[in-house]
């Protein structure tokens, strides 16, 4: 199981990134995938999830209205598109394989299994 995690870089506050992650064709067809961040001297902390099945999306408050999850399934790869960001968006992202197909628990560590190696966004004001 690999996950490949791009699309980072420097951005003004108020642009857009968009970060893919290449999954499997397992982790695509019957894995949630979600994604999370880990600032500096922070903890990693969820923003983000969707289902295999239904596709169901999950956010953290933070990130509501300006970020979205999709994936597409020909391509076996999950996006997180990033609109009007913020300093605070600033970190390194992290898309991981979840256990389950979906499901409202996003808890790290128990949750999920597979993680990507991570990809630096960083927001300049």
């Known amino acids: 199981v690999q996950l490949q995690a791009s699309g980072g870089g420097l951005v003004q506050a108020g642009g857009s990134l968009r970060l893919s992650c290449a999954v499997s064709r397992l982790t695509i067809f019957y894995r949630a995938v979600g994604w999370f961040r880990q600032a500096p001297g922070k903890e990693r902390e969820f923003v983000a999830d969707?289902?295999?099945?239904?596709?169901?999306?999950y956010y953290t408050d933070a990130v509501k209205g300006r970020f979205t999850i999709s994936r597409v399934k020909a391509q076996s790869t999950v996006y997180l598109q990033m609109n009007n960001l913020k300093p605070e968006d600033t970190a390194v992202y992290y898309c991981?394989?979840?256990?389950?197909?979906?499901?409202?628990?996003?808890?790290?560590?128990?949750?999920?299994?597979?993680w990507g190696q991570g990809t630096l966004v960083t927001v300049s004001s």
């Open positions: 991981a394989r979840s256990k389950f197909r979906g499901g409202g628990n996003f808890d790290p560590d128990s949750t999920y299994d597979y």
């Open positions: 969707i289902s295999s099945d239904n596709d169901q999306t």
